[in-house]
């Protein structure tokens, strides 16, 4: 009799329902998770520090439930409101959600999941690009996302007044007291 070795996969895929179709992603390369790691230590900081708030950061480790047709895992969501944690994870709307996209996740963080966070009440949106080493900002406003700003590294001309701007700050928009150095968002030690 022929040996079968059954492997389980699941540990190398993070495993979503996206509009009731599970949907796995492979686990995040080095650069991926050294970004989660970086904001989330931001993010842990400020929350340690500042007693205005009562909320809590979880990198890529909880389920946000929405209804039955959709569980996502951010990289990272901020939530404070303790009574939306169930056994199943967390149902309502966190106030931050970070997507660090890759290759394999770039179309739903761009369009698909936008949208779902959009429609649940996400009060702020970041979508980080590290082959570009930038951030995307969006915030609700009247129940939709607004674009906010786009952060980075450097300076950049404006296209039509020739102004050069820097835009190396991310002002958090649901935690005014809050500003994260984007060179701190994508410093890696080694």
């Not at 909320?55 to 990289?75: A, F, H, R």
């Not at 056994?87 to 779902?116: C, H, M, Q, W």
Request: aromatic share 14%.
């Amino acid at each position: 009799m022929e040996k079968i070795n059954y492997i389980d996969n699941s540990e190398f895929y993070k495993r979503e329902i996206l509009d009731g179709k599970i949907i796995y992603h492979m686990l995040a390369r080095t650069e991926h998770a050294d970004i989660v790691n970086n904001i989330s230590d931001v993010l842990k900081e400020f929350f340690k520090n500042n007693k205005n708030y009562s909320c809590k950061v979880y990198p890529g480790t909880l389920d946000l439930i929405i209804e039955d047709k959709q569980k996502l895992i951010p990289d990272i969501m901020v939530v404070c409101d303790k009574t939306k944690f169930t056994k199943r994870g967390y149902e309502g709307a966190p106030e931050l959600v970070v997507e660090v996209i890759s290759r394999s996740t770039l179309e739903y963080d761009f369009n698909r999941k936008k949208e779902i966070y959009e429609e649940l009440g996400v009060k702020e949106y970041w979508i980080v690009n590290p082959y570009s080493e930038d951030i995307q900002q969006y915030a609700i406003k009247d129940g939709k996302f607004k674009f906010i700003s786009n952060y980075f590294i450097g300076e950049e001309e404006d296209d039509f007044s020739g102004e050069i701007y820097i835009k190396d700050i991310v002002k958090v928009n649901v935690f005014p007291e809050l500003e994260v150095k984007v060179a701190d968002i994508f410093y890696f030690d080694f």
